[in-house]
């Protein structure tokens, strides 16, 4: 469910999006049969449209995205509790005149995410150092 009250900051809109059992959840189209999903599909994108949810307001082209399929595999290591996506404001990337990467960030601390706040959070806040998250985001990065 949606921890925001309405629907009319883009960047937020995207941040939520990383989150599993949130309003137009990413990870759910990681890997995508076009047969089986009702957004609409261009080529190796999908569309998104934050502008057209109820409750919201009206985002016209600015809350039009595109979720860029993960042809490389480096947004994503189960292990390391990591999950990114890169989000267009185009179908294609080399149209794109901007372009998001969203992150997904830790949930609250449970049996299932137990990898990600011991071998990320913990590191961080205990230690001071370098987490494995960021350098996995770092080296997605520079993919694109």
Do not use: C
């Not at 009206?58 to 996506?85: F, R």
């Not at 949930?107 to 299932?112: A, K």
């Not at 961080?124 to 997605?140: D, H």
């Amino acid at each position: 469910m949606s921890n925001l009250k309405q629907y009319s900051e883009l960047f937020a809109d995207l941040a939520q999006s990383a989150y599993t059992n949130r309003p137009n959840n990413f990870a759910e189209y990681k890997t995508w049969n076009p047969e089986q999903r009702e957004q609409e599909h261009y080529g190796s994108a999908i569309l998104f449209e934050f502008s057209k949810r109820s409750g919201g307001s009206n985002l016209g082209e600015k809350g039009k995205v595109y979720l860029q399929q993960d042809s490389t595999g480096i947004l994503t290591d189960e292990k390391a509790g990591y999950n990114s996506y890169f989000v267009t404001d185009q179908s294609t990337v080399r149209d794109s005149k901007e372009t998001y990467f969203v992150t997904r960030g830790s949930d609250g601390i449970s049996v299932e995410n137990l990898n990600d706040w011991v071998n990320n959070n913990a590191n961080f806040t205990l230690f001071n150092s370098y987490i494995p998250q960021a350098k996995l985001a770092e080296k997605a990065m520079e993919a694109v």
